[in-house]
């Protein structure tokens, strides 16, 4: 069985201003705007880096959970990890062996989705899904989230490539690394920081050091032209630290 990193979800005060930014720095482009998400009190917009994908999402009503994440941490930044499978079955009846609550999950036929609660993963929100039909797990295969087939016409690798590694600031790195190691059942990798390896990207569990608790709080992002990112920045006034920018709450490291 493998498992990829195909998505990540950043939350944010208002959506444009987000979306605006890392379209800016990264040269990316919109491929979709999901409006189921309105169920939840929600707007969002994706956009493709390589053939991953990274989601904003943005509260348009009180009451949400998304808000409450932003008050929680303070302001914007990484929500959810979300990964995609080869077989769901089998990492659904992992998951409630190890009795770990489900929040949201569903099977639409040609996707299914199963998002566990953070209170029993640690770091963020982690999220199992699986794209099933023709070609569904290719590399750059279809996607449901961000529209099923037609993401690629909005791919621009320009700049970035693809997202290489997930960063969880957590109180116990080894803990909820540990954990995530038990659902995900691939080992932790013992390095300068808990890591587990998936078939595209890692997942990094580092101690909290910026006060706002434990959350997904930075993106290794491979970079195919750092100085126009860098440039990008110092336009926009966005904060750099050699070679990470500081954007929408996340820490990106460019590699």
């Not at 300068?192 to 959350?215: K, M, Q, Y």
């Amino acid at each position: 069985m493998w498992l990829r990193l195909r998505q990540i979800a950043l939350v944010a005060e208002a959506l444009d201003p987000a979306v605006d930014e890392l379209c800016d720095l990264f040269g990316l482009e919109v491929c979709y705007r999901d409006p189921g998400v309105a169920h939840f009190g929600l707007v969002n917009a994706l956009l493709p880096v390589g053939n991953q994908f990274i989601e904003i999402v943005a509260p348009f009503r009180d009451g949400t959970t998304a808000g409450r994440y932003l008050e929680r941490r303070g302001g914007a930044g990484g929500y959810m990890v979300i990964t995609q499978c080869d077989d769901h079955a089998p990492r659904r009846a992992r998951v409630e062996a190890l009795g770990i609550r489900i929040v949201n999950q569903f099977d639409s036929g040609e996707f299914r989705n199963m998002q566990m609660h953070p209170k029993d993963t640690g770091g963020s929100f982690f999220e199992i899904d699986e794209q099933v039909g023709p070609h569904a797990h290719d590399a750059d295969g279809p996607w449901e989230p961000a529209g099923g087939e037609g993401w690629r016409k909005a791919r621009n690798t320009e700049r970035v490539g693809g997202i290489a590694a997930a960063e969880m600031q957590v109180e116990d790195p080894t803990r909820t690394a540990a954990r995530w190691s038990e659902i995900a059942q691939i080992p932790v990798v013992k390095s300068a920081h808990p890591t587990l390896t998936l078939d595209n990207a890692a997942l990094r569990f580092v101690p909290i050091s910026d006060g706002r608790g434990e959350g997904l709080g930075g993106l290794d992002i491979a970079c195919n032209d750092h100085a126009a990112i860098l440039a990008a920045a110092r336009r926009r006034g966005t904060p750099v630290n050699g070679n990470q920018v500081y954007a929408c709450g996340m820490r990106f490291n460019l590699t």
